[in-house]
């Protein structure tokens, strides 16, 4: 069964960072790997979708990289605001029974 | 506007008292599935469904019931509910048939069972 784990769970960083999340799943049969993101009370948003062939996709500020033998994923934040701070998700999709599996999450909070 | 709608976003109810949770898209996606979002727990999928008239069960399908009669509402059924379906609930589409496309959620339902 896909587990997915994210670290950390949370973090606290000043505006201007540039920042690194880590997402990783114990099988690499996968269709896909997603990043979102969840503003309290709110639902998801999706950030960036990696097919499987893919190492690595960008969206602005955003990057996500996915190496599937090793079964990681960072989504890399550059030069963070205080906009950016709310929950991600990274969600994995596997091969096997065509099953979603969402990992823990990482709350992130950007100081002024 | 494309968009996930679910209704309502917020409930209380008592226990044993049946309640359906609506969720409607409007993109012509062929995927659609519930999940459930619980503190510690993270999300969970309920039960999904690759086209009309095909649904299948995710990792926590007890107690749910799901329909798929059109392309674009995907119900979540609570026949008898009980204190521990007390959650937020998330309803989310997909193009894909196979889900291999980008996911889009509705604003949650937040369901509280007495």
């Known amino acids: 069964k896909q587990e997915v784990t994210q670290i950390p769970a949370a973090l606290s960083v000043p505006e201007g960072e540039n920042l690194v999340l880590n997402c990783s799943f114990t099988?690499?049969?996968?269709?896909?790997l997603q990043w979102f993101r969840q503003d309290p009370g709110k639902g998801l948003t999706s950030l960036l979708l990696?097919?499987?062939?893919?190492r690595e996709q960008t969206s602005g500020r955003l990057n996500a990289s996915l190496d599937k033998s090793s079964g990681r994923s960072t989504l890399y934040i550059a030069a963070s605001q205080p906009g950016d701070s709310a929950t991600y998700l990274c969600a994995v999709f596997s091969n096997a029974g065509n099953m979603l599996t969402f990992g823990g999450g990482t709350r992130l909070m950007v100081k002024p | 506007e494309a968009q996930v709608t679910q209704n309502p976003r917020y409930l209380i109810t008592v226990t044993g008292k049946k309640l359906t949770v609506t969720c409607s898209q409007n993109m012509n996606h062929e995927y659609m599935s519930w999940y459930r979002q619980d503190p510690g727990l993270g999300l969970r999928q309920i039960y999904y469904s690759m086209n009309v008239e095909v649904t299948d069960k995710g990792d926590v399908p007890e107690g749910y019931k799901v329909s798929r009669k059109e392309k674009r509402n995907f119900p979540l059924i609570l026949e008898s509910p009980s204190p521990n379906q007390t959650s937020l609930y998330f309803c989310?589409?997909?193009?894909?048939?196979?889900?291999?496309?980008?996911?889009?959620f509705g604003e949650g339902s937040r369901l509280t069972v007495l």
């Open positions: 099988d690499s049969a996968i269709y896909n």
């Open positions: 990696i097919q499987s062939s893919q």
């Open positions: 989310a589409s997909s193009f894909s048939r196979l889900n291999t496309g980008e996911l889009f």
